[in-house]
C-alpha cells in the first residue's frame, strides 16, 4: 500500500468518524389530523367563577340571595332559599344586573338595590 492510499484512507476514516450519527426514533403514533385546526382556533373564554354569595334582608323585611360571579357581568338572583334561579346580566362590568322579567340587582356584596316587578327597595347583607 502506498503512502498516498494510506494518507487518503485515514483521511476518511476521520472524517466519518467526525459526523455525528443519531439513532432513528420509530414513533407509533399517527400524526394529528386537526393539528393546524386546532393551532388556529380561537382562544376560550371560560366561564366565570363564583365570587361570592351572599344573603341579604331588604327593608321590608324580606330575603334575596344572591350569587355574585367574578368579571361582575352575571349573578343569579332566588327571593326564597331555595327558589328558583334569576339569571342576571350586564354587557359590561359595572352596569346594572338586568333580565327580561323587569329584574335589575346594583350593588355589591354588602349591599345591593334591588328591582322586582312589584317594586325596588334597598338591601344589605
Known amino acids: 500500500m502506498n503512502t498516498l492510499s494510506f494518507t487518503a484512507a485515514a483521511a476518511a476514516i476521520l472524517l466519518l468518524a467526525g459526523c455525528q ?58 327571593t326564597k332559599k331555595d327558589g328558583e334561579i334569576i339569571h342576571l346580566t350586564a354587557a359590561n362590568a359595572g352596569d346594572p344586573l338586568t333580565n327580561e322579567g323587569g329584574y335589575k340587582l346594583t350593588g355589591d356584596q354588602k349591599s345591593i338595590t334591588l328591582t322586582t316587578p312589584s317594586g325596588t327597595q334597598t338591601c344589605k347583607h
Not at 43 to 62: Q, T
Open 21 to 78: 450519527q443519531k439513532a432513528e426514533t420509530v414513533d407509533t403514533t399517527a400524526p394529528d389530523p386537526m393539528a393546524a385546526e386546532l393551532a388556529n382556533a380561537p382562544a376560550v373564554e371560560l366561564p366565570p367563577s363564583m365570587k361570592a354569595s351572599v344573603a341579604f334582608r331588604c327593608k321590608d323585611n324580606s330575603l334575596a340571595f344572591v350569587d355574585f360571579f367574578s368579571g361582575d357581568k352575571l349573578a343569579n338572583l332566588r
